[in-house]
């Protein structure tokens, strides 16, 4: 079967019935975008509006959120979150990078939440909650946002940050997984995994309908989003005929399942490898970008926030540096 013909299906599938999200790290009248909310599967819902898309957990335990959009779109995430899970308490808050349309809520979801008091007997008894919900992401995009210039508020940053390549806990009768892979589209994203659920939040490791953004101020680098769909791929698992099954919250655009992160993936690692090509050649920058080496893929993947030529300059200053 043909790209376009599993790209058209998907599309038309009820678990894909999803519209890309415009991907974009600003926005006019952010305020005024309508959130929707989907539910993929298990206990995992998705909200899109402005920024990158939001995944939700809900269970007895209470709401986990991935990534929080904008601050001023905040306001209509936690309605929304309330709409879903009526009574429930924001228990934490994790993201999957540093930038603004993924981290930009932070603060208010935050603010909306709280947390289980470290040392806490039970949790069914209030005085065990602490102040606001816990905002978990790995040590490098605390650092990012440390560093950033200009200045982003203190009160915006992770409050618990891990160092390596994994970190989990037991939330809402299942397990959740955070992977991170090195750099790749910053130097500091990661995955989420809901191992009960099967769903996996990707962040903007994955982005459905455009070729990625290598944040090179960042130390973003082609590889690293390489092994990280690699990675993907090894996790992932279809339900019938390379369908359904394990399910991919993109950073922006429409659920994905495996069959499509394999696609994505081998249209990057072709790209990267023909630059690579060039390059033994004795190629420069403004000969690869003349020789129009991703034309094949421009019609479905160059439209987006990235276009062709910003994408293979990323891929040429990575292989060269």
Not at 76 to 86: F, G, M, T, V
Not at 143 to 156: D, G, K, S, W
Not at 190 to 203: C, D, K, L
Not at 302 to 315: E, L
């Amino acid at each position: 079967m043909c790209s376009d013909t599993i790209f058209l299906k998907k599309v038309l599938s009820v678990l894909l019935v999803l519209f890309l999200t415009p991907f974009v790290y600003g926005q006019n009248n952010i305020s005024e975008t309508e959130v929707k909310s989907f539910h993929i599967q298990g206990s995992i819902w998705l909200l899109q509006g402005a920024g990158g898309n939001v995944t939700l957990q809900i269970g007895d335990d209470g709401v986990l959120v991935v990534d929080t959009q904008y601050s001023e779109i905040a306001p209509k995430i936690l309605e929304e979150i309330n709409n879903l899970a009526p009574g429930k308490i924001i228990r934490y808050v994790i993201n999957t990078h540093a930038h603004q349309d993924h981290t930009g809520g932070n603060q208010i979801i935050k603010a909306a939440g709280r947390s289980f008091a470290i040392g806490a007997g039970t949790r069914d008894s209030e005085e065990t909650f602490g102040t606001g919900a816990d905002v978990i992401a790995h040590e490098n995009t605390m650092l990012t946002m440390a560093t950033a210039n200009p200045e982003i508020p203190f009160e915006l940053w992770p409050t618990e940050v891990f160092i390596g390549e994994q970190y989990d806990f037991f939330f809402n009768g299942e397990a959740v997984l955070m992977f991170y892979f090195g750099p790749a589209h910053t130097n500091g994203d990661i995955i989420v995994y809901f191992r009960g659920s099967e769903v996996i939040s990707a962040g903007d490791l994955y982005v459905s309908g455009s070729y990625p953004f290598i944040d090179q101020s960042n130390f973003g680098h082609i590889n690293g989003i390489i092994d990280a769909l690699n990675s993907i791929i090894r996790i992932a698992v279809p339900r019938h005929n390379q369908e359904g099954g394990t399910l991919i919250v993109s950073g922006h655009g429409r659920i994905a399942d495996e069959a499509d992160i394999v696609e994505y993936r081998d249209m990057i690692t072709i790209i990267r490898d023909r630059v690579q090509h060039f390059i033994n050649q004795g190629m420069s920058l403004d000969e690869i970008l003349e020789a129009d080496i991703s034309r094949d893929y421009d019609g479905r993947y160059g439209n987006g926030f990235v276009s062709p030529d910003s994408f293979i300059s990323a891929i040429y200053n990575g292989l060269t540096q």
